[in-house]
């Protein structure tokens, strides 16, 4: 299986996502962890810019935090995957146009679970789950918390395996 992990913004979050998967019971020497060019040369950071160094190709698994969800969305020409786990959408650093990007995932058709705080400051679950309501394709979940932190992440490997389980797939292993 092969999976394409893609933290947020702060390079804390690459260890953190790779708890996070550690979590699920997907196989784990085949995760393939975006490391973002701005940590390595101190430059401001890029969406676009980054986007330009994502590996292309297909991916059973897509799992991002953040920022790395506009990443991913943005980058639909040069990734595909049979599912998308999205965590922590900031919804605030979206762009009106980049906003479509999010419901409009219904027409790829694949699987997508999207995890947002109850309050989180970038985008509440609320506004998310507004954004997807009625997608057949795409579960919101609500998760306890304000500051885009996302701490538990066994709970949120639990969730994921929960959603593996509901909706089947080949990603299991």
């Not at 092969?2 to 020497?29: F, H, N, V, Y």
């Amino acid at each position: 299986m092969k999976i394409l992990a893609i933290p947020g913004k702060m390079p804390i979050t690459e260890s953190w996502l790779l708890k996070i998967i550690s979590a699920t019971q997907w196989r784990q020497e085949t995760v393939d962890m975006h490391r973002f060019v701005a940590w390595k040369n101190e430059q401001a950071f890029s969406v676009d810019n980054e986007i330009s160094y994502l590996p292309s190709g297909h991916f059973d698994v897509v799992i991002t935090k953040s920022i790395g969800c506009l990443i991913t969305l943005k980058a639909q020409k040069a990734i595909t995957w049979d599912r998308l786990v999205l965590i922590g959408v900031a919804w605030s650093l979206f762009s009106e146009s980049e906003r479509e990007l999010l419901p409009t995932l219904e027409k790829k058709s694949q699987p997508v679970l999207i995890i947002q705080e109850k309050h989180d400051p970038f985008g509440s679950y609320a506004e998310i789950a507004a954004e997807v309501a009625g997608k057949h394709n795409i579960h919101c979940v609500e998760v306890g918390g304000d500051r885009h932190q996302y701490t538990d992440t066994e709970a949120i490997g639990e969730l994921i395996n929960h959603w593996v389980k509901e909706t089947g797939t080949v990603a299991t292993l």
